[in-house]
Structures are given as structure tokens and as C-alpha cells.
């Protein structure tokens, strides 16, 4: 039986585009959250980090981060997001367009 193909670091950006910070109303790409992207013929993994280490988010996050690569996998993907404790986060790694929606 053949594995399915990987999915590239773009398609999953692109599904994790969807996942929106609930408090901020931006996605946890354009926010800098996504650190690593694994991806290889049946196994995605993906490292979130957070805005701060306690936020009370992470878990709410990575489940919907988890959802969204689940759906944009092929079938047969095991599928893993794991929060990471660093880098620490800075409002660099936002996109431009977030840093301008944030007013910073």
C-alpha cells in the first residue's frame, strides 16, 4: 500500500490560515505562530508557539490547528501539533498586514 504524498510547508500554511486567534481575529500564520512544519509522506507535524507561555489558548489553538491539517491532509496522515515552548514570541514575527491590523 502506498503512503500519501506529504503535503509542502505552503499547503500547510495555507490550511493553518484558517485557524484565527480568537481574541486577536488573526490567523496563527500571519500572527508568527507556526515554528516548524515537518512534513513527509504520511506524517505532518507542526510547532506552535505563543504570543506568551501562559496563554490560555494554547490548547484551544493547537486542537483547531490539529482540525484544519487533518482536513487538508490525504487520507492516512498522521497529523501531530505540539506547542513549544520557544523561540519566545515577538511581534516581529507578524506579518506586515497583522502588525498594521494591530496598529503596531
Do not use: F, K, Q, Y
Request: glycine share 8%.
Amino acid at each position: 500500500m502506498t503512503e500519501p504524498a506529504a503535503l509542502d510547508a505552503e499547503a500547510v500554511r495555507t490550511a493553518l490560515r484558517g485557524v484565527l486567534d480568537p481574541e486577536l481575529g488573526l490567523d496563527i500564520v500571519s500572527l508568527g505562530l507556526v515554528e516548524t512544519i515537518e512534513s513527509a509522506p504520511g506524517n505532518l507535524s507542526v510547532g506552535l508557539i505563543m504570543t506568551a507561555l501562559a496563554c490560555p489558548l494554547h490548547g484551544h489553538l493547537a486542537r483547531e490547528a490539529e482540525a484544519a491539517l487533518r482536513r487538508a491532509a490525504p487520507g492516512g496522515t498522521a497529523v501531530s501539533v505540539r506547542v513549544l515552548d520557544a523561540p519566545a514570541w515577538t511581534p516581529v514575527r507578524m506579518a506586515p498586514e497583522a502588525r498594521r491590523r494591530l496598529g503596531w
